[in-house]
């Protein structure tokens, strides 16, 4: 891959992180360090495996980091083949070795495109380019491009390209 990358591994955590408190049982959102930041116009990075290069790729002035403390859950269900109606739902918290699962997931999909050294244990925060009201309206403007320009929208290196030139406003953004 062409474009340079940067997972800021010199970027110490932002200070909200510092006296954070209680985190037993939170999940991102709820971190009293994420509440912070989002009232101060951080938003969370997607964490969809698709996205997982965008802090990475991010302008450094407008991303920033707090320790992942945050506890994750997965929800089972049991539907009816024929209705879809669902006959008993389960919330579980994740453990460890799941969370190490879906890190090596995120890590082996990056490397396909040329990304790695990704850092784990971080939640980051990033804030829309100029231009852009939301994280999701970077992203819808990047589904936009792609699909005018023929991309396919999955990680690989023309998208991962695309989204570089959108969010750092290059101009040569058709």
């Known amino acids: 891959m062409d474009t340079a990358y940067d997972w800021g591994l010199d970027q110490p955590p932002d200070p909200a992180a510092e006296h954070a408190g209680e985190a037993d049982g939170l999940t991102p959102e709820q971190l009293p360090e994420v509440r912070k930041l989002t009232a101060q116009g951080w938003q969370l990075a997607p964490d969809a495996p698709l996205y997982a290069f965008l802090p990475a790729v991010w302008p450094r002035e407008s991303r920033t980091w707090v ?26 918290q994740v453990g460890p070795a799941m969370m190490t699962e879906i890190d090596d997931d995120h890590d082996w999909t990056l490397a396909r495109v040329g990304i790695t050294g990704r850092p784990r244990g971080r939640l ?38 695309l989204t570089v030139r959108i969010v750092r406003g290059d101009a040569a953004t058709p």
């Open 124 to 161: 980051w925060l990033l804030k829309p380019p100029r231009g852009h009201g939301s994280i999701d309206a970077v992203l819808d403007h990047v589904w936009q491009h792609a699909q005018q320009q023929g991309i396919d929208v999955t990680m690989s290196e023309p998208f991962v390209e």
């Open 67 to 92: 320790p992942d403390r945050a506890t994750r859950y997965e929800t089972w269900y049991e539907q009816d083949p024929k209705t879809r109606t669902v006959l008993r739902a389960e919330t579980r």
